[in-house]
């Protein structure tokens, strides 16, 4: 309660505010405020109106509490009280929770895909978005052409902060998610982008013959299998070139320093290509702290992909991302014969399904599996012997 008085011309302007929170959750509050004027110069008199004007808001708020307690939040609150959560739970991992915490660039991207697909469900009330609505979204969706991996995303980005407002008992009457029962799949039929060696040697050959401003970048995230945030975020202190290994520990990510994605740190030993790059950029000169790639502005702020893009097709290969550099440093490595095991090691990669797309993309499951149907098969020595005898009579 807060009232607010102001003596003007012999009258006194008064503004009221009452808010009533909810036992049964914080997050469930009215608020209600008057303003108006009194010309009684009379204390005794002002104080009672005052008093009487208080006592009704507060009662007209615990009436309104009552049906908003058994509506719920609208979608949109419980969206930013989810929001304000995760940024919470951000900064805090490792803590035990009802929840548990998830990266700030993870969060973000939730946030961000529940507002660009759900914004007009913001005006309704939780416990009143239904599967149809979920449908609505996924066919739209498909509309406009964005892939299953996306319309994944967005499930998982509904489903989470829907189960989050239940868990918390912001969703009264709900006990499952609407996304319940949608089985979108986040593989694709088609095959995912990827360079062969041919390839990526002649991309690299021509961003340095044409001067690139990114073709160290490139060079560095095909030796290194690194992810665009951790190159950006290497030092020249976690270069060793006598042991000649590099260790990852930290990356950058949605305008942060973070942990790497699994948590753990990580070692790349430095091949003689890289080992070149590395004293070209003056790796040995250089501080401990100083960053071992340029500061390219567009790629701290995310702009990695669109560079690569252009370039690629500019000198007439298959367009990529920049993410496709460590897929084709993966792919060779396995077309190598580098055991699985070191690959996802090296990678940092935790999850065996991740590290079987590669395996799929190298083709070392399959090759020479066809080789037996072949007629040009090597003929037994007996054989072409009788063959030759037989040719040699007639």
Same mark, same amino acid.
């Given at each position: 309660?807060?009232?607010?008085?102001?003596?003007?011309?012999?009258?006194?302007?008064? !503004?009221?505010?009452?808010?009533?929170?909810?036992?049964?959750?914080?997050?469930?509050?009215?608020?209600?405020?008057?303003?108006?004027?009194?010309?009684?110069?009379?204390?005794?008199?002002?104080?009672?109106?005052?008093?009487?004007?208080?006592?009704?808001?507060?009662?007209?708020?615990?009436?309104?509490?009552?049906?908003?307690?058994?509506?719920?939040?609208?979608?949109?609150?419980?969206?930013? +009280?989810?929001?304000?959560?995760?940024?919470?739970?951000?900064?805090?991992?490792?803590?035990?929770?009802?929840?548990?915490?998830?990266?700030?660039?993870?969060?973000?991207?939730?946030?961000?895909?529940?507002?660009?697909?759900?914004?007009?469900?913001?005006?309704?009330?939780?416990?009143?978005?239904?599967?149809?609505?979920?449908?609505?979204?996924?066919?739209?969706?498909?509309?406009?052409?964005?892939?299953?991996?996306?319309?994944?995303?967005?499930?998982?980005?509904?489903?989470?902060?829907?189960?989050?407002?239940?868990?918390?008992?912001?969703?009264?009457?709900?006990?499952?998610?609407?996304?319940?029962?949608?089985?979108?799949?986040?593989?694709?039929?088609?095959?995912?982008?990827?360079?062969?060696?041919?390839?990526?040697?002649?991309?690299?050959?021509?961003?340095?013959?044409?001067?690139?401003?990114?073709?160290?970048?490139?060079?560095?995230?095909?030796?290194?299998?690194?992810?665009?945030?951790?190159?950006?975020?290497?030092?020249?202190?976690?270069?060793?070139?006598?042991?000649?290994?590099?260790?990852?520990?930290?990356?950058?990510?949605?305008?942060?320093?973070?942990?790497?994605?699994?948590?753990?740190?990580?070692?790349?030993?430095?091949?003689?290509?890289?080992?070149?790059?590395? !004293?070209?950029?003056?790796?040995?000169?250089?501080?401990?702290?100083?960053?071992?790639?340029?500061?390219?502005?567009?790629?701290?702020?995310?702009?990695?992909?669109?560079?690569?893009r252009a370039f690629c097709e500019q000198i007439g290969i298959p367009s990529i991302c920049f993410h496709t550099l460590r897929a084709c440093w993966a792919t060779q490595l396995l077309k190598n014969r580098v055991p699985e095991p070191i690959v996802m090691k090296l990678g940092g990669?935790?999850?065996?399904?991740?590290?079987?797309?590669?395996?799929? +993309?190298?083709?070392?499951?399959?090759?020479?599996?066809?080789?037996?149907?072949?007629?040009?098969?090597?003929?037994?020595?007996?054989?072409?012997?009788?063959v030759r005898a037989v040719e040699g009579s007639q």
């Amino acid at each position: 309660m807060a009232t607010k008085l102001k003596e003007e011309d012999g009258k006194t302007f008064y !503004i009221i505010n009452e808010c009533v929170r909810s036992r049964k959750s914080r997050a469930l509050r009215v608020r209600k405020q008057e303003s108006g004027v009194i010309e009684e110069k009379d204390p005794g008199f002002l104080q009672k109106k005052l008093a009487r004007i208080q006592e009704r808001l507060r009662d007209e708020a615990k009436r309104e509490l009552v049906q908003v307690e058994s509506a719920g939040l609208t979608w949109k609150e419980l969206v930013e +009280l989810w929001k304000d959560a995760l940024q919470r739970e951000s900064k805090e991992i490792g803590r035990e929770g009802i929840n548990q915490p998830v990266r700030r660039s993870t969060a973000s991207g939730y946030i961000q895909s529940i507002e660009d697909f759900t914004s007009t469900w913001n005006k309704r009330f939780a416990k009143d978005i239904t599967p149809a609505d979920v449908e609505d979204v996924f066919k739209a969706m498909r509309k406009l052409g964005y892939s299953n991996c996306r319309m994944y995303n967005v499930k998982v980005a509904i489903s989470r902060c829907y189960k989050w407002g239940m868990m918390r008992r912001l969703i009264p009457g709900a006990s499952i998610s609407p996304t319940h029962g949608f089985g979108i799949s986040r593989k694709e039929s088609k095959r995912p982008e990827i360079l062969n060696v041919s390839q990526i040697e002649f991309l690299l050959t021509e961003a340095y013959r044409q001067n690139h401003l990114w073709r160290q970048i490139w060079k560095g995230a095909y030796h290194t299998g690194a992810r665009t945030g951790e190159l950006y975020q290497l030092k020249a202190k976690n270069v060793d070139l006598v042991e000649r290994k590099i260790t990852l520990e930290e990356q950058w990510t949605s305008g942060s320093v973070e942990p790497l994605k699994d948590g753990e740190w990580r070692q790349i030993p430095i091949n003689s290509d890289l080992l070149d790059l590395l !004293i070209e950029l003056g790796v040995p000169k250089m501080g401990l702290e100083d960053y071992v790639f340029p500061r390219i502005t567009a790629w701290k702020h995310g702009d990695q992909a669109k560079p690569i893009r252009a370039f690629c097709e500019q000198i007439g290969i298959p367009s990529i991302c920049f993410h496709t550099l460590r897929a084709c440093w993966a792919t060779q490595l396995l077309k190598n014969r580098v055991p699985e095991p070191i690959v996802m090691k090296l990678g940092g990669w935790s999850d065996p399904e991740t590290m079987h797309r590669y395996i799929r +993309l190298a083709g070392i499951e399959t090759e020479g599996a066809t080789d037996s149907l072949s007629f040009k098969r090597e003929r037994p020595a007996r054989v072409l012997s009788i063959v030759r005898a037989v040719e040699g009579s007639q």
